[in-house]
């Protein structure tokens, strides 16, 4: 009995230590679309955010001459530096879905921690910020988005519950294209060449200087290649896990 009482004890109190601030469990949601089988060559979903900086030329240059759909995730930050490039997403509505990466680039997770190394929302109130402001900069440059992916990707399980709540979608993803926009052009391409039949595929379109975005093109390229098709998000039914879009 003593012992019952003692573990009923430290589960209090580790109760408490979770509400009192502690950092909590991150998700990394995935998101897969229903797979084409037998009908086709497969089709996947290219997802690409812009965080902030600048426009990989060598990226939009590829999807609008190989006419690759994407569905590109951009924060308030990118929108407001980058107008030469969304004139050009603009300009090709039935290549580019343009879709919510937050107003300022910071993790929607509700504790304050960091996550690779970048501050967390930190509450509740800021998550909501975060998501609402994207969303606004976004509605000004003329589009309605449906989908959010916070910075880092990640999230406290109570942040994805409010983001839905707010109404909207989660974006996971099943392969990590460009590791962040830090590997190589290399492994970068074989990486994204290999996405198969329902893979959502994540990589960067705003660092033109890292050796990726080249990686990025040869490997669409080469799913191209194989006779992938390409959709959008808004045009395929995505099935996320941890509750990202049920
Ligand atoms: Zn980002």
């Known amino acids: 009995m003593g012992l019952l009482r003692n573990s009923i004890c430290a589960m209090a109190l ?30 996947v979903a290219l997802t690409l955010d812009a965080c ?5 030329t060598r990226i939009l240059s ?20 980058n107008a030469e490039a969304v004139e050009i997403m603009r300009a090709h509505p039935d290549l580019f879905e343009l879709e919510n990466h937050g107003g300022r680039h910071i993790p929607a997770v509700d504790t304050p921690q960091k996550i690779y190394g970048i501050r967390s929302a930190g509450s509740p109130g800021a998550v909501q910020a975060e998501v609402e402001s994207g969303a606004a900069a ?4 003329g589009q309605a988005p ?4 916070g910075a880092t990707a990640e999230y406290s399980p109570s942040a994805i519950a409010m983001i839905r709540k707010l109404g909207f979608k989660i974006a996971g993803f099943s392969v990590n294209g460009d590791g ?15 996405a198969k039949d329902g893979d959502v595929i994540i990589a960067h379109i705003n660092q033109p200087t890292h050796a990726a975005g080249e990686g990025v093109v040869q490997g669409l390229l080469a799913l191209k290649q194989k006779g992938m098709t390409f959709v959008r998000l808004d045009d395929a039914e995505g099935v996320g896990n941890d509750g990202t879009t049920d």
């Open 14 to 43: 580790s109760l408490f230590a979770a509400s009192a601030g502690n950092a909590a469990t991150l998700l990394e949601p995935t998101l897969h679309l229903k797979p084409q089988g037998a009908e086709g060559r497969g089709r």
């Open 62 to 81: 590829a999807l609008v001459d190989n006419r690759i759909p994407a569905t590109i995730f951009v924060t308030g930050i990118w929108l407001k530096r």
């Open 138 to 141: 976004l509605a000004a440059a």
């Open 180 to 194: 962040g926009s830090l590997l190589g052009a290399k492994e970068t391409a074989r990486r994204i060449g290999a």
């Open 52 to 56: 902030g900086g600048k426009t990989d």
């Open 146 to 149: 449906k989908w959010f992916r």
